[in-house]
């Protein structure tokens, strides 16, 4: 199985590929547009602000490639923001995905919201065999709120998407490669799909 991590300078990549090695699995990091396209599975990571980070997909016409796959990809984090309609970080335009705007927590809560938190009301092969209000590793500032593609949801101040399906693409806004066991469990039903 060939497993693409998009390479766009915006990513926890090496926690990721680590992961990804614990489950039997070997990534390769790549902006080739072949090999992402060539890939069984594409893994979206990112960490960091958005609209630099959709700079970098554009200046390598990632920003056209990724909506238009389609084999499994999985957005991580940043990843699964940017497959939103658009971000109040930067006031981005996202890639348009997920048909949800993602926006930020209130002055009222501290953000980014950092360490462990439940999901639940868990839906799709993503979660299979991971039980309702497992823990979570997140570290954010801006959620999407809860919607139609929601699969996994999340309190804090509100309750929101933590993760998102539409078609062949899924996202979590937490990040399964620091979420031990289950975390990697979550990683390895979406390499089964």
Known sequence: MKIVIINYGAGNIQSIMFAIERLGFKAVLSNNPEEIQAADKVIFPGVG?????MKKLKAS???????NLK???????????????????????GLGIFDVDVIKFSNKVKVPQMGWNQIYDLKTDLFKGVSEKEFMYLVHSFYAPKCAEAIAVTNYEVEYASALQKDNFYGTQFHPEKSGDVGEKILGNFLKM
Do not use: H, R, W
């Open 49 to 53: 602000e958005a609209s630099y980070a």
């Open 61 to 67: 016409g990632l920003d056209t490639l990724i909506p």
């Open 71 to 93: 084999q499994p990809v999985f957005g991580i984090c940043l990843g699964m923001q940017l497959m939103c309609n658009k971000t109040e970080e930067g006031n981005t335009e």
